[in-house]
């Protein structure tokens, strides 16, 4: 098999599998990157800041549980194996009263609503859809798929279309969150996607607002009253500045393996799709977004996830090169192209 890191010709880190094109990065002279090196120290302090964490969601929950009218927790629910296994561990861990909630980008695998269905109703999970007119997210992607609208430390973690995507979503969880009472936000970020700092954080609306804003302005959205509706309105920073929720991303802080995490989705009817690229169990969109992240970078947007659940022993290192350098499949990225009409 011939990979994409034959095809440029580049090194990669020999511990983890970050590569020599990723911005701001050096190696020692075994060839272990100044990422791997900085991390040494904290990843010997993990197991002990794991436990602390969940003993900070456990308090959390004392505190929050029954006290909205409606629910304890909205889930930004993609279908995938990570938001699925999230809403199981919320659900069966801690008996929370849960809204899981989904994002419709028009690419979201036939499979992936069945795995939605069926998870949801196992686990007795009320469950909302919001999908956009086909047009405006065209228009999004296509715009993405072209030229870097974010900043770059954005696009370390994820490419620009993606990027687009998931700014969405974070808006209409948030803002469905302040609008129904709701104090949790849960993510199923990966333990290689958001840093455990980050695991269990209250919103800050001053912060909140600059994202939006800066979100509207890559977008080119600011002067459109019709997609105005997707982010959050100026009047909830002050009518609703007590709602604000935390925010919490559990698989940070639980133990992560992905052969039991499918196993144990596997009992609630949740079944891998093979139409989707490695890095995703749901979107027919991902690969498109990698290869134009590819073309323009020269390293691969999953690569820092991957990285770091490669150094943490989530994910052996050469299950990492398989899952970042090897072929990318040409079929997905075509079939995403050719809907776009790029």
Known sequence: MTSSNDQLNINICKKCILPET????????QGICNHCQREEKRLEKMPEKKESYRQKLDQLIAEIRDKSPAYDVITAYSGGKDSSYTLKLLRENYDLRILAMSFDNHFVSSLSWDNIYNVTNKLDVD?????PPWLIMKKIFSMTAREDIFPMPTLLRASAICTACI?????????????????????GWSPGQAPIQSAIMKTNPSLIRQNQLALK?????????????????????????????YNIHPLAFFDYNEDQIVQQLNTLDWRIPTDTDTNSTNCLLNAFGNHCH???HRFHPYVWEIANMVRQGIVDREEGIDKIYSRQDQKMVEYARKRLGL
């Not at 469950?127 to 999908?131: A, D, K, L, Q, W």
């Open 217 to 245: 302005k890559a977008l080119a959205l600011t002067n459109s009253r019709g997609l105005d509706r997707y982010f959050i309105p100026e009047t909830y920073y002050t009518n609703y500045k007590d709602r604000f929720p």
């Open 167 to 187: 700014g969405l979503v974070k808006s209409l969880v948030l803002k469905t969150a302040l609008e129904m009472e709701i104090p949790l936000v849960a993510f």
């Open 127 to 131: 469950y909302i859809n919001f999908r």
């Open 294 to 296: 590819l073309e323009r």
């Open 22 to 29: 990723f911005p701001g990065i050096s190696f020692n002279d």
